[in-house]
T-cell receptor, first 113, second 112 residues
Framework: DAGVIQSPRHEVTEMGQEVTLRCKPI?????LFWYRQTMMRGLELLIY????????DSGMPEDRFSAKMPNASFSTLKIQPSEPRDSAVYFC???????????FGQGTRLTVV | TQLLEQSPQFLSIQEGENLTVYCNSS?????LQWYRQEPGEGPVLLVT?????EVKKLKRLTFQFGDARKDSSLHITAAQPGDTGLYLC????????????FGSGTQLTVLP
């Protein structure tokens, strides 16, 4: 959906390197979510923001993960240092209001070797 | 921990057959959504159910929400190869700030 643009689409990096994933949502949403999807664990909620403020980060696996939302049009998910087990597809999604439809980006496929 | 269980995990059927996918939780949902995901894309919403006992139809797809709002099902009639994809249920739990917990998904393959 053109409403959420993620970059890059694919990222291959070496273990120990810093990785930054980007999300540019359209305006007019209240909530922004970061998810991680793997075959083993499915779609896991990492963190979500309400009006740019982090609300629930209980899904962030470790201190190596951090997320920011400096404004309503931009968010980042950073992994430092990256590890092979971080390999997954990372999705950014938005909701205008709670209980409404979530719009997902196309995801970033991260491979850590 | 609020767990959302989906079954079956994999389903492979012939074109024209019917199928049902289940989504269950021990907690009550404020609302529940069904999404479909295709390879290389993010999930796309199919339906939202809110009221216990609610039934919604979308062409050959029928969605039911349990009376107690703890479970839901997706029934597809006369499946077609175009129905192939990953079906995901996602819930907002009542009384919790946590949003959009997803089930593990059902990978459906409809063979021609």
């Amino acid at each position: 959906d053109a409403g959420v643009i993620q970059s890059p689409r694919h990222e291959v990096t070496e273990m120990g390197q810093e990785v930054t994933l980007r999300c540019k949502p359209i305006s007019g949403h209240d909530y922004l979510f970061w998810y991680r999807q793997t075959m083993m664990r499915g779609l896991e909620l990492l963190i979500y923001f309400n009006n740019n403020v982090p609300i629930d980060d209980s899904g962030m696996p470790e201190d190596r993960f951090s997320a920011k939302m400096p404004n309503a049009s931009f968010s980042t998910l950073k992994i430092q240092p990256s590890e092979p087990r971080d390999s997954a597809v990372y999705f950014c999604a938005i909701r205008v209001l709670r209980y409404t439809e979530a719009f997902f980006g196309q995801g970033t496929r991260l491979t850590v070797v | 921990t609020q767990l959302l269980e989906q079954s079956p995990q994999f389903l492979s059927i012939q074109e024209g057959e019917n199928l049902t996918v289940y989504c269950n939780s021990s907690s009550v949902f404020s609302s529940l959504q069904w999404y479909r995901q295709e390879p290389g894309e993010g999930p796309v919403l199919l339906v939202t159910v809110v009221t216990g006992g609610e039934v919604k139809k979308l062409k050959r797809l029928t969605f039911q929400f349990g009376d107690a709002r703890k479970d839901s099902s997706l029934h597809i009639t006369a499946a077609q190869p175009g129905d192939t994809g990953l079906y995901l249920c996602a819930g907002d739990y009542s009384g919790s700030a946590r949003q959009l917990t997803f089930g593990s998904g059902t990978q459906l393959t409809v063979l021609p």
